[in-house]
């Protein structure tokens, strides 16, 4: 129990007091870094404008000014908000007032520098009145006007008659009217319905990134730190909840009959997005392990809020052991809500959520359900220290939040549940989407971002920034060891806390951690960082090597593009007779484009295999020559020795090799090879990593009925073992979570691929739970396994299927459940039930399925390889009717990697030009995009599938 516990809410006060003063203007700091302050040093000599123009094209409502232009002046910092806020919600008493705001705010900031203009943040606020009086004296600042520019930068601007003097404070006092939006950002109205159906409302907040001005006039910027009280109106029958604990409750003359305002205690200093405030009929559920945790949610919902409650206290505990720092709040609200467009937000002190990634019911809830709520959880939390009490001094940092918020939400969950496997699930869910999508240019991006308008800052909220954040995390973790890693770590939260920082104050912190020997001579660890936060792409490392000589050339391109990228790449390796998959200390470096390393860096034996990038700790991918991997897919195929191989490295061959068939720096046979050994695999990882490959090759062979019965044997006969090993679809409660989480990977592989006994227990399931009495309120299938059973049930089944499962979903009003069934009716394999679930979308409004549910049904139906032409040729002839019920361009981009054809293409092209006018530009877009997806494909029919088609059938069972 930290010290924090025994210290009294006002010792506390002025803890924080003396915390918030700070000792240096990291406003200041922002712009010593260089020419460019969202970059800072541009060590790589390489221009951004590329990459800044292409972000451009990627979200709307880019600039072509300067950078520049979006900082605010530093002629004055904040100090201090006092924000009042008077929402009104349905049914306002005052005649008009339906979803605004009343609002005023006292901003007290402190001269840097003699001016006679102040510039802040405003959007979307109407300005009523502005003054400016001295703060000792109370004299008026005379002002002459104020400007609110209606373009991005969205600058408020206060001329005054006479300038303010340099290194004196002053309150900016302003009051203004708001809309409370329905567009889940800013000061927003988020819907409610209850337990009999009833909709109401709540008026709460999401300001990340740039949305606090939306609310009040502010100092918009992340560095830009200050303390907020709140003060924040309260209908009848509703509570008020804010970042600190409520100070008092009053009643005022501004304020309806029956209302009051809520006071609430100064924060800490923080940045105006991480501000966040609620008013909503909300119950509270008190966490019984520590008080100072609670759960709010609708009072139908909040008993699920009770898993939040009892592991919350346990992950922020790891988290402020870990980096020896109090969390500076006094207590940590977790707030439930149907309709939060952003999933989940860190705001300080009152996290945000919708419901289902906070809430949990164990009588219902699935194993998968539970381990999503504690990873947002433990990612949330995780926040409190990375980007709360340190906060990026631009977003161009925002890796430094979202990468070690990636980072511990698998490991800090991993280490206080030791079973669960979340080092596996970190490489499958997060390494291996960080290298995809780093492969290809027009998606890519360095970490280290070139942002300035609000729409390329909400645009590196991506997974650069979190996917690959976190495995530049992990990687430096596994440079300097655990524990050099997390003295480093506090040293750095500790020099930084209340401030902000570039990626440049991280490395400074690690550096003197960084064990002797470990980076090569005259290299400093920014220095490493830096080819890889300050440029895109995932290296690949070839290893050929001299079986003779006993040496290895090593050398390095980006992968799948061609471009002259270059890193500092640390090479650890193990080989077949050391079999070390611990040690992480690199053997050699890889600082040019090629270099030769011998034995004296671990290079074996002509008769062994070396395995390079343990445990795939380090970003890059690695090839072999031929030989090497012959030897390692041999020693794969022994059921004696393939468990020899860490998992991680097992799922690392499976990844690597069938990516570098994609991009023809391996041939197909070498590529699939891999996969050979996967009929005595039974490790979640490696078949994460197999099964996302083969979803790709599935999907060409499925051209004919031919083709893919090659496939779907090759594979069944792959699964068959760990299906048993995973006990089928019979979920136990008492199972390992290791078991459960497999079983959810591969079960529904292994009934598409025809597996006899999965698709025997599925139907036997179904029919379990149709023979059951009032099947709606008793359902008998376990969670975890409804959506396989519900699939394999429907592809064998008929019409009386389909209508009972139809029947469910219009009945149930889980969210849930509904996704579960709109998947399972999909999976029919009669046309005619297929084609009928298609037309069941445009029956509207008579439809049993709701029109914002046939996106989810079009994409159940194509992804069954029988449905697919038939949805193509569903869209293409209904397009008028399907284009006003749901995004027709989004489900083209779908469908797109699941065509295979010359005829799909033409069919295509034959739609765009009778349909020219009537389409709209984003729909355009999504069908050109569709058109270049499918001419790749083609191209790599052409280049592949004989190949390929020739290995399955030289590997049939």
């Not at 090497?628 to 195929?637: I, K, R, S, V």
Request: aromatic letters at 12%; charged letters at 20%.
């Amino acid at each position: 129990m930290r010290l924090i516990l025994l210290f009294s809410i006002s010792s506390l006060l002025l803890a924080w007091a003396a915390a918030s003063e700070p000792s240096v203007k990291d406003y200041e700091r922002l712009r010593e870094l260089g020419q460019n302050p969202r970059n800072g040093p541009n060590l790589l000599g390489r221009s951004n404008l590329f990459h800044k123009t292409r972000h451009a094209h990627k979200n709307t409502g880019s600039s072509t000014r300067a950078v520049e232009d979006y900082l605010l002046p530093n002629d004055v910092e904040p100090v201090s908000y006092e924000v009042q806020l008077i929402p009104y919600l349905q049914n306002s008493p005052v005649p008009g007032a339906e979803f605004t705001f009343d609002g005023r705010v006292d901003i007290k900031i402190l001269a840097d520098r003699p001016t006679s203009t102040v510039v802040l943040h405003a959007e979307q606020l109407n300005i009523l009145n502005v003054g400016v009086t001295q703060d000792t004296t109370g004299l008026v600042v005379p002002l002459i006007d104020w400007n609110l520019v209606t373009d991005d930068r969205h600058f408020l601007t206060i001329n005054l008659a006479e300038s303010l003097l340099s290194g004196q404070e002053y309150h900016l006092n302003i009051n203004f009217t708001g809309i409370l939006n329905g567009e889940g950002y800013g000061f927003f109205r988020s819907q409610t319905t209850d337990e009999n159906g009833n909709t109401g409302w709540v008026a709460t907040t999401q300001f990340e990134s740039v949305g606090a001005r939306r609310s009040f006039p502010c100092f918009d910027e992340p560095a830009l730190k200050a303390t907020f009280t709140i003060i924040l109106a309260q209908e009848p029958g509703y509570t008020a909840v804010a970042n600190m604990p409520l100070e008092s409750t009053y009643t005022s003359p501004e304020l309806p009959a029956g209302w009051n305002f809520a006071k609430f205690l100064p924060s800490p200093r923080m940045s105006s997005y991480l501000v966040a405030f609620t008013t909503s009929n909300y119950a509270r559920l008190e966490s019984t392990k520590d008080s100072r945790f609670a759960v709010w949610a609708l009072s139908k919902d909040v008993q699920n809020g009770e898993y939040a409650n009892d592991i919350t206290p346990d992950h922020f505990n790891y988290y402020q052991t870990y980096t020896n720092t109090d969390y500076g709040m006094p207590k940590v609200d977790q707030l439930a809500y149907q309709d939060f467009f952003s999933g989940a937000m860190e705001n300080w002190g009152h996290i945000s959520y919708v419901e289902d990634l906070l809430l949990w019911d164990p009588a219902t809830g699935s194993q998968a359900s539970k381990q999503l709520a504690t990873q947002v959880i433990s990612h949330e939390l995780t926040h409190q220290w990375f980007g709360n009490i340190v906060s990026p001094l631009w977003w161009s940092d925002l890796w430094l939040n979202e990468g070690f918020a990636t980072y511990f939400e698998f490991y800090g969950t991993g280490e206080l549940n030791p079973d669960w496997l979340m080092d596996q699930q970190f490489q499958s869910d997060n390494t291996f989407d960080a290298f995809d999508v780093d492969a290809f240019a027009f998606f890519s991006h360095p970490v280290h971002a070139d942002v300035d308008s609000p729409a390329s800052i909400d645009g590196i909220f991506d997974t650069m920034s979190y996917n690959k954040g976190g495995c530049l995390v992990r990687f430096m973790l596994n440079l300097l060891g655990p524990t050099n890693f997390r003295s480093g770590i506090i040293d750095y939260i500790t020099k930084m806390a209340y401030g902000a920082a570039h990626q440049n104050d991280l490395f400074a912190s690690l550096e003197p951690y960084v064990p002797a020997g470990v980076l090569p001579d005259g290299v400093t660890l920014a220095q490493v960082m830096d080819t890889f936060t300050l440029q895109e792409g995932v290296p690949a490392v070839t290893v050929t090597r001299d079986y003779a000589a006993g040496t290895a050339q090593i050398s390095q391109t980006r992968f799948s593009v061609s471009t002259s990228e270059q890193w500092l790449i640390p090479l650890t390796l193990t080989t077949q007779s050391e079999l070390n998959f611990a040690n992480q200390v690199p053997r050699s470096w890889l600082l040019t484009a090629e270099s030769s390393i011998g034995s004296a860096e671990g290079i074996p034996a002509d008769n062994e295999w070396v395995i390079v990038n343990i445990q795939q700790t380090g970003y890059y991918r690695v090839n072999y020559d031929q030989t090497n991997w012959d030897m390692l897919f041999a020693y794969l195929n022994d059921i004696a020795t393939a468990d020899l191989i860490d998992p991680l490295n097992r799922a690392q061959i499976l990844d690597d090799s069938l990516a570098f068939g994609i991009t023809k720096q391996l041939n197909y046979k070498t590529a699939l090879s891999s996969t050979l050994y996967l009929r005595h695999e039974k490790e979640y990882g490696p078949w994460a990593a197999a099964l996302r490959r083969l979803e790709f090759i599935r999907d060409r062979m499925y051209q004919t009925p031919e083709t893919a019965s090659l496939f779907n044997k090759y594979l069944s006969t792959r699964l068959e073992n760990v299906f048993q090993h995973v006990s089928g679809l019979s979920a136990d409660s008492a199972e390992s979570h290791a078991i459960s989480i497999t079983r959810n990977l591969i079960s529904k592989w292994a009934c598409n691929t025809g597996l006899e006994s999965c698709n025997q227990q599925g139907q036997t399931l179904l029919k379990q739970w149709q023979s059951t009495v009032q099947p709606h309120d008793n359902n008998p299938l376990k969670e975890d396994v409804k959506s396989v059973a519900y699939c394999a049930g429907m592809r064998f089944g008929n019409l009386e299927d389909y209508n009972f499962l139809m029947s469910q979903y219009a009945s149930t009003t889980s969210a849930s459940e509904q996704t579960k069934l709109l998947g399972a009716l999909g999976c029919a394999t009669d046309i005619s039930i297929l084609k009928r679930y298609l037309e069941e979308t445009i029956r509207q409004p008579a439809s049993v399925i709701r029109a914002g549910d046939a996106l989810s049904v079009f994409f159940s139906v194509y992804s069954n390889p029988i449905g697919t032409e038939l949805a193509l040729d569903f869209l293409i002839e209904n397009y008028s009717e399907l284009k006003n019920i749901m995004n027709v361009g989004l489900a083209l981009a779908g469908i797109s990697e699941k065509l295979n054809t010359q005829s799909h293409y033409e069919k295509i092209v034959v739609f765009m030009q009778d349909h020219m006018e009537e389409l709209s530009l984003e729909d355009k877009a999504f069908f050109a995009s569709a058109l270049t997806n499918l001419s790749k494909i083609l191209d790599w029919n052409a280049d592949h599938l004989a190949e390929v088609m020739l290995f399955f059938v030289e590997n049939q069972p």
